[in-house]
């Protein structure tokens, strides 16, 4: 789905006029999110297409436990604000701080 003549917010309000229209049908609701955040990948640059995709898989599995819509809701909303604070950081800091890791203890298996 093309932007067009009116630009990003125009196209905004009619996806969301869309998707409001199919709110009391969650499966067609989430057959269309779908094929809308596919089609914005697909017109994304070819270089980017990939990484958004694996941010749409990562986003997705950190929302699916959150059934309650404003629980929902509230996840993204604090996602939205650690993705600005690390955007703040690089501005600042003039580098990309590598994600933290978790040590883990490497358990042998028993032998029979």
Same mark, same amino acid.
């Given at each position: 789905?093309?932007?067009?003549?009116?630009? =990003?917010?125009?196209?905004?309000?009619?996806?969301?006029?869309? =998707?409001?229209? =199919?709110?009391?049908?969650?499966?067609?609701?989430?057959?269309?999110?779908?094929?809308?955040?596919?089609?914005?990948?697909?017109?994304?640059?070819?270089?980017?297409?990939?990484?958004?995709?694996?941010?749409?898989?990562?986003?997705?599995?950190?929302?699916?436990?959150?059934?309650?819509?404003?629980?929902?809701?509230?996840?993204?909303?604090?996602?939205?604000?650690?993705?600005?604070?690390?955007?703040?950081?690089?501005?600042?800091?003039?580098?990309?701080?590598?994600?933290?890791?978790?040590?883990?203890?490497?358990?042998?298996?028993?032998?029979?």
């Amino acid at each position: 789905m093309a932007i067009g003549q009116y630009g =990003l917010n125009m196209y905004a309000l009619d996806v969301y006029n869309e =998707l409001v229209k =199919l709110k009391d049908d969650p499966v067609e609701f989430a057959k269309r999110r779908k094929e809308i955040i596919d089609d914005m990948i697909a017109e994304s640059p070819d270089e980017y297409q990939e990484k958004l995709s694996q941010q749409c898989w990562c986003l997705d599995k950190k929302l699916n436990k959150y059934k309650d819509p404003v629980a929902r809701m509230n996840k993204m909303v604090e996602i939205f604000w650690q993705g600005v604070y690390k955007f703040e950081d690089i501005l600042r800091t003039g580098s990309i701080a590598a994600e933290p890791r978790t040590n883990a203890d490497v358990i042998p298996f028993k032998k029979k």
